[in-house]
């Protein structure tokens, strides 16, 4: 059996967007399960596109997904460069292979003579005609120039286009599409070799999956129409037998059934990207899953199931179960809602798989004043009131630091006079501090000082759970009394008295 060698192929133009991450997930499982190696390939042939600072983000997105790939520009193997602009020399002779065997021509028409074509092929049932079998014999190329007049020609700027036949049914078997087959016509003869000498994606993405000895490709539904063009080159360059088999992912879509993009995100209110991105040329920011809070692993486990299901039902995985379950074939080719509020549940469940000491690190940054002994028991009491990390600085800040203000509306709408003496009395009973065992010892003084000043213990939890929290949220009142320790406790206490 040949190796499995699958590549994620971006050109960095720009932010790392979750359909992106989909699809490096579904190549990076399938190389691990079948024991292959995944292959990073930056496509920056497109010069125009080229953006500072997106390859090196791609590179963190990665890095924080835990996707790392096994051979790419930081750690080449034996096929490189990784970087499509630095293999430029390469790409001419196979465009020139193809013009020698007849499958593709020079061209040498101005923008202005483009324009000038459509203007005059344009029907009303074809606005904007194409550069193909149509139109071709009227323009400037070497298919209606003598020899003299192309050598001549050669010598200023033109591009090779590929020859499209005018009416051949191509087709390919899809891994999850099936059969799918394309008409030649409908496609135009397009750019293989640009002006600049640099190859368009459909010429260099042929020849590098080729000399890359890719034996797989997974990519977005997006790619469909430009399938008939690439199975061609393979078939023109001689390499059919060799040409990868393909499978197009099923879109992402927003709540609205559109294709899911940046429009979502702003409407809605939810990140797009893995990470943070800021656009150098026009300042643009847009929201990160890593840095709205969300685990790495909640991420991928929601975006596997964004088109693919193990049939059981099941919904929470880790890495290796995805490693061992996935399974190209059961993926859909419809398109899949993501679904904001889910992509939460997810990243709660797996918050809450996490031992304290695994999220303590990642909870620091939300967490300035904590301290190393409490920190663990802390965690493990509120990880489960926790759906994103940030919400550890609300829900276990106030166990290191005294809440800067308290909800004195709620406390005030709560109070009877008769708790002033009671909260005074608990308040000098803490301080100085008694020895607290457990949270079932302070609870059971408690009782008893409620107790012999005729109040109803139920009634003094909620003001009691303000002045320690500053809020009408945190764990249990007793198990927090038992952290932040009686002599803070009772500063609370005394501070919010003060107040009232
Ligand atoms: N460079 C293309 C992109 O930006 C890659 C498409 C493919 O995987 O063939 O997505």
Known sequence: MSQVRVRFAPSPTGGLHIGGVRT??????????Q????????????????????????????????LMPDESVEHPGAVGPY?????????????????AAGKAYYAFDTPEELAQMREQFKTAENPS????????????????????????ALNGPHVVRILMPQDERIQFKDMIRGEVSFDTGLVDDKVLLKADGMPTYHLAVVVDDYLMQISHVFRGEEWLPSAPIHLLLWRYLGWEEKMPQWAHLPLLLGPDGAKLSKRHGSKYGFPIFAMNWTDPRTGDFTEGFAERGFLPQALLNLLALLGWNDGSGQELFSMEELVQRFDISRVSHSGAVFDFEKARWFNHQHIHRLSAAELAPLVMPYLPAASNEKLLPVLELVKERCTLLPDFGVQAGFFFQT??????????AKWKPVYAAFFETLASAWDPAPAWENAADIETAFTVLAQELGIKKGELMLPLRIMLVGGKFGPGVFDILHLIGASEAAKRVRNALSQI
């Open 83 to 99: 970087r499509q602009s630095e293999r430029k020399a390469l790409y001419r002779p196979y465009a020139e292979q193809l013009i």
């Open 35 to 66: 024991g292959g190696t995944f292959v990073l390939r930056i496509e920056d042939t497109d010069q125009s596109r080229f953006v500072p600072g997106a390859e090196q983000y791609i590179f963190n997105c990665l890095r924080w997904c835990g």
């Open 129 to 152: 005609p194409q550069y193909g079998a149509v139109t071709r014999m009227h323009m400037r190329n070497s298919l209606t120039m003598d020899e003299a007049a192309v050598a001549e």
């Open 403 to 412: 809440p800067e203000s308290i909800d004195l509306d709620s406390l005030r």
């Open 24 to 33: 490096v997930l579904f190549n990076y499982l399938f190389a691990r399960q």
